[in-house]
C-alpha cells in the first residue's frame, strides 16, 4: 500500500502555476505514480478533494483500476444534483473557495 498527498498538500510539491492544480494534471500524477510503482493499476482510495480526483481518474484511466473507494464525495452527478440544492450549496462552500485561489 502506498499513501501519498497531492499537489500542494503536506510536504508533496507545490507549484506556484494555478494551472498545475487542475484535477487532469492530478490524475496524470496518480497514472504516473501508480505506472512508476511498476503497477499495471490499483485499488485507488480518495477522501474529501482526493475523493473527487479520484472520481475523474476512475473516468479517464479505467484501465487501472481493479477498485475505487471513494470517501466523503459523492459521484459527480450526484454531486451536481445536489449543488442545485441551496444547502448543499453553503455545504460546499470551500471547494469553490479553493477553486478561486
Given at each position: 500500500?502506498?499513501?501519498?498527498d497531492?499537489?500542494?498538500?503536506?510536504?508533496?510539491?507545490?507549484?506556484?502555476?494555478?494551472?498545475?492544480?487542475?484535477?487532469a494534471?492530478?490524475?496524470?500524477?496518480?497514472?504516473g505514480?501508480?505506472?512508476?510503482?511498476?503497477?499495471?493499476?490499483?485499488?485507488?482510495v480518495?477522501?474529501?478533494w482526493?475523493?473527487?480526483?479520484?472520481?475523474?481518474?476512475?473516468?479517464?484511466?479505467?484501465e487501472?483500476?481493479?477498485?475505487?473507494?471513494?470517501?466523503?464525495?459523492?459521484?459527480?452527478?450526484?454531486?451536481?444534483?445536489g449543488?442545485?440544492?441551496r444547502?448543499?450549496?453553503?455545504?460546499s462552500?470551500?471547494?469553490?473557495?479553493?477553486?478561486?485561489l
Amino acid at each position: 500500500m502506498v499513501a501519498l498527498d497531492l499537489r500542494g498538500y503536506n510536504d508533496s510539491d507545490k507549484p506556484p502555476n494555478k494551472s498545475a492544480y487542475k484535477i487532469a494534471e492530478l490524475s496524470k500524477d496518480v497514472a504516473g505514480v501508480i505506472r512508476g510503482l511498476g503497477y499495471q493499476n490499483s485499488v485507488l482510495v480518495g477522501h474529501d478533494w482526493g475523493g473527487a480526483s479520484a472520481w475523474h481518474f476512475a473516468y479517464a484511466y479505467p484501465e487501472m483500476l481493479s477498485r475505487l473507494i471513494v470517501m466523503n464525495m459523492p459521484h459527480p452527478a450526484k454531486f451536481s444534483a445536489g449543488l442545485r440544492r441551496r444547502q448543499q450549496l453553503l455545504r460546499s462552500w470551500y471547494i469553490f473557495f479553493s477553486s478561486c485561489l
